[in-house]
Every structure is written in C-alpha cells, then in structure tokens.
C-alpha cells in the first residue's frame, strides 16, 4: 500500500489508500454504484468483474467496471 | 496493432501462471494476459511480494511469481479477450483500446466464479458475494468492526471468515447449506491430501469463534435501502441475525464463455481435455476450474502440463499426471459433499428478481420452456452480465443449459469495435 490520496465519489471527497479499487472506494463512500433498469439502487455482488452491478462513470468514462480498476489521486467518480 | 507470440495464456491466476511460466522456462515467447490490475486471480488477489507471506496461499505467490519474473515471458494486465476474429487470433479489449494477439498454442485459465442464487433482498446493497466480499476486501475495503454474515455452500465460506474475522470484522455466523452427513464424507477426502488438510485446519482454527452451522440456509435479506438483516432456516425453525453485509455464494462454476467461443466442448458444464489439457479444439488447451472445480493445486498442476505440452515437453507434463489425479479425485468429491439441497430452488418468490441486469422477476419465468425462450420472451440474460450470474442460477432453478457464447465475450462499446471494422 502507497499513502493515501484523495478522491472524489459523486463528489464527496474521501482518502483511500493506493492499491484500493474504485469499488471498495464507492462501498466506503457508502454510495449505490447504479441503479438498475426499475431504479433500485445497486452495488458490488461479484467483486471480480463479470457481474456488472458496479459500473460506474469514472473520470467522465461510462459503464466501467468498477472493481477492476484502481484508484488514482484525484479521480472522480460518478455513480447512478 | 497485432503481435504473436508462440504460446498466450489468458487469466493470470495460478494456473496461468504456472502455464505462461513453464512455458517461458522451456524458451517459448509467452505472453500472459489478465483483466485485473494485477496478477494472481482471485485466490491470490491483492498479494504483493512484500506481503504476501502473511496469507495462507502467499509462499506459493511468491514461488511462483519470482519464478515469472525470471522469464522473458510477457504480461498484459487490464486486457480481456473479447473474440476470435480469425482462426489463431485473439481480439482484446482494455479500456476502449483493442488489440490482437496471434497465437501458436492457446492455454485458458480464466478460472471460476461464485454460483448466486437469488432469494429476497438479493439485490439490496450489501448484499454480495461472498468471495465478492473477499475480493472486495483484499481490494482495499475495511471491514474493522463490521458484522458480517456468510451463507451459501462450499469450502469457501470458511475461508472468507477467517480471512474477514483476521482483518477486524466481526463474523456473526456462517451458514452452510450441505447437512454435516456428507462435509464428514468431504473430512475424509481431506486426509488423503495434507496441505489441504492444514489450510482446512487453519480456517477452521481462525473462524471458530464464528458460529459455523451446517444444514442451514438463508430465507430472505431485509433492510433499509441496504441489507440490515438476514433470516435463515433449517428447515424446521427460521431465525434472525442482524448484519453490515452478508456475503453469501453457492459454489463455483466455471467462467466457461471464452473457451465456449472457441468452440471447445463441454461435458456437464466443464471443458473437456485430454491427457495434456488439450481441449477439442486444435491449439487450444484448458487448465484449473474450467476441467472441474478442485482449487489452487490442481490448477498449478494442470496449468504446468498445459504449459510444458505447448513447449513440446511432453515427458516432463506426463510425469505431473499421478499429482492431477489425484487433485482431480478431490475434486470430484468436493462437488458431491457440497452438492445443493432442492430446498434452494424454492427461495425465490414471484416478485424476486432472477435476472438483475433487465430485472426479470422470478414469476415471469416459470413458463419458460428453456434459456433460449427466456431470453427472447423476457430478456432474461440478455443484460451487461450477458448471463454470468442469472444463467448459472436459472440452471440450477429450472434445469436450463446456457450453451452459447457470442462474442464480444465481455460487453465492448461499438465505438471500440468499430475501429476494427
């Protein structure tokens, strides 16, 4: 783990340490990923990308998977 | 752009790795590529040199990624494939970039993934899986201080509270559906293997002041917004157990869409594969979960005879063969005792969603005859998971076979594609 950095989820600003997925990240911020087609609010259920329940707009790119992707200092995120 | 390369392993778990490794130490031009950040698929996800010696498992990462390392062997991460545009060829997809990538043998390690079945509150946030819950753990989610509960079937419930109780949550209770009768059958395989034995001891060991009941399974996930509680039953009474998060999976079935793309076939669900992890496909070898699910050694094992047999080291790979036997032996018994109960197809109700994707509720379809009419009459599978998570639920609730797989293997956007058109 390198030192914490900041983000931003649907922007609120939370510190993660290096290393964290983007998922974890949006779990901690306490924030639904996506809503699904009869708007209840979803999160993370596989953890290892193939359920797609935790894509998420980040850093203005849409439906990316969530918990393959790491964060970086100063990413922004973008749930719903 | 496009390369080659003699021998391309996909997924970087364990047995890909010892594959792409045996492989680049024979002198092939391997490249091994993976959809995660980093190597060690899910068993060794989140392992890094400095630290994985703290894990069970981690002396083996660490063997066995050195031993990489010392390769010429290259690694891709971040890419998954998508599709086989021309015999020999594989099209990759990362991040909006595609690539192809020509191969002289083809070894498939892309491992397994939990079986969920849905039950109501499925959906509700803090719901998971509960090797989801792991990997979401070992991806940097705290679990200090967090009531956990862990439900479903399979060895992996026990690994995951341990693995949670150690890092601070508080696991309230794992509830496992297999009735003690036949774990004890499972107890006695686990003789005739002593590594597994130990790893078997030790979670047994760290999870035991976690309620650990057997012949139980869970009735329903109810809350606010989000999981709070979770009922369970026996059969005979239900109870109540209040809880953060509730991982719950019910074994694993294997991530079979690639090699089903291929064309290579399957026998009740897994790829079939000759002596040397040849599929029936030419050039195309399988290794680990997708021949049947046995863990960690038999996929070392089958990915170094897959990796040596494309080496042309076909005396050395024969000589693994007693080892995958015997792994393949354990493996065939761990499905019998953790088979599921019947009771399990009657967790749904009418209105629980089956398909969370297109939110096909569970009452739209009972009259569907098979896979293929549920997904035309309902759309039911036809979402961004592309059936991974309702297709080997609605195979074990209604018997359904889901034998397709259409590329693009994972959802692409068509801008992505279209730069290949």
């Known amino acids: 783990m390198t030192d914490a950095f900041p983000i931003t989820v649907n922007g609120k600003r939370i510190r993660v340490n290096g290393g964290t997925s983007v998922a974890a990240a949006v779990t901690k911020a306490n924030e639904p990923c996506r809503f699904s087609v009869s708007g209840e609010p979803r999160a993370p259920l596989c953890g290892m990308g193939i359920c797609m329940e935790c894509r998420a707009t980040v850093n203005g790119v849409p439906h990316r998977r969530t918990c393959q992707i790491a964060c970086s200092a100063g990413m922004e995120v973008l749930t719903g | ?421």
């Not at chain 2, 594959?19 to 590529?33: I, K, M, P, S």
């Not at chain 2, 509720?361 to 896979?371: F, K, N, T």
Request: proline letters at 5%; glycine letters at 12%.
């Open chain 2, 1 to 421: 752009m496009s390369a080659s390369f003699e021998v391309v392993v996909v997924g970087a778990g364990p047995g890909g790795i010892a594959a792409a490794t045996v492989a680049a130490e024979a002198g092939c031009r391997v490249c091994l590529l993976d959809d995660n950040v980093a190597m060690g698929g899910q068993i060794w996800r989140g392992f890094r040199a400095e630290n994985a010696h703290k894990y069970p498992h981690g002396n083996g990462f660490i063997a066995w990624t050195t031993r990489l390392q010392q390769t010429k062997c290259e690694v891709w991460q971040g890419w998954q494939a998508i599709d086989q545009p021309a015999s020999g060829v594989l099209r990759l997809e990362r991040a909006g970039e595609i690539r192809d990538v020509e191969y002289g043998n083809l070894i498939v390690a892309t491992g397994a993934r939990e079986r969920f079945l849905p039950f109501p509150g499925w959906t509700l946030p803090g719901v998971m899986g509960a090797g989801g819950l792991q990997a979401l753990v070992k991806s940097g989610l705290d679990p200090q201080g967090k009531r956990v509960v862990l439900a479903g079937s399979g060895p992996l419930l026990l690994a995951v509270g341990a693995g949670l109780a150690s890092a601070g949550a508080v696991v309230a209770g794992i509830y496992e559906q297999a009735p003690l009768s036949k774990l004890a059958g499972f107890a006695l395989a686990l003789l005739a293997q002593p590594a597994k034995l130990a790893e078997g001891a030790r979670y047994r060991l760290k999870a035991m002041h976690a309620p650990y009941r057997t012949s139980s399974w869970i009735v329903q996930a109810g809350g606010r917004g989000r999981v709070e509680r979770v009922t369970l039953t026996d059969g005979r009474k239900t109870w109540s157990v209040d809880c953060d998060w509730l991982g719950c999976g019910f074994n694993l079935v294997p991530n079979i869409e690639l090699p089903r793309l291929l064309g290579c076939r399957t026998v009740a669900g897994y790829v079939e594969v000759d002596r040397l992890q040849q599929s029936s496909v030419s050039r195309v070898a399988c290794v680990g979960e997708l021949t049947g699910i046995g863990g960690l050694e038999k996929a070392l094992v089958e990915g170094q005879i897959a990796g040596l047999s494309a080496a042309g080291r076909e005396t050395e790979a024969l000589r693994l063969l007693p080892q995958r036997r015997r792994l393949q032996n354990f493996a065939h018994r761990l499905d019998r005792a953790f088979s599921l109960r019947p009771e399990l197809r009657n967790l749904a109700r009418t209105d629980t969603l089956v398909c969370r994707c297109e939110d096909v509720p569970h009452s739209e379809l009972r009259g569907c005859a098979s896979w293929r009419q549920a997904k035309l009459h309902t759309r039911c599978g036809m979402g961004a998971c592309q059936g991974r998570v309702c297709g080997s639920a609605t195979e074990f609730l209604f018997g359904w076979e889901n034998q397709n797989s259409r590329p693009p293997v994972f959802p692409t956007a068509v801008s992505t594609l279209a730069t290949k058109l």
